[in-house]
Nanobody, 115 residues
Framework: QVRLVESGGGLVQPGLSLRLSCKAS????????MGWYRQAPGRQRELVGI???????TYTDSVKGRFTITRDNVWRTLFLQMNSLKPEDSAIYYC?????????WGQGTQVTVSS
């Protein structure tokens, strides 16, 4: 059973940083493409960025240069380093993967950027 568990969210002031983690189990993490998504109240869930099994990353335009996705295949953990946070980054952040034709999501972690 694939399980994804996010952590690291919280309340942070604008301009500061936060690091999210996503611990994966039940899949061959090292060969899985992984993604971070977010959903703000009243808005559709949107892709933040992805990291391939080879470590290549792509990001949505609004976070380029501020967010970085990395992975630790030994600890089966996905990370999202978020710098220079803005109020519009406030959302529930989810990690995502696909395995054997199915898509899997974590429960999400809330990020609130506010002074």
């Amino acid at each position: 059973q694939v399980r994804l568990v996010e952590s690291g969210g919280g309340l942070v002031q604008p301009g500061l940083s936060l690091r999210l983690s996503c611990k994966a189990s039940g899949l061959h993490f090292a060969i899985a493409n992984m993604g971070w998504y977010r959903q703000a109240p009243g808005r559709q869930r949107e892709l933040v960025g992805i990291i391939t099994r080879d470590g290549n990353t792509t990001y949505t335009d609004s976070v380029k240069g501020r967010f970085t996705i990395t992975r630790d295949n030994v600890w089966r953990t996905l990370f999202l380093q978020m710098n220079s946070l803005k109020p519009e980054d406030s959302a529930i952040y989810y990690c995502n993967t696909a395995s054997r034709g199915r898509e899997f999501w974590g429960q999400g972690t809330q990020v609130t950027v506010s002074s």
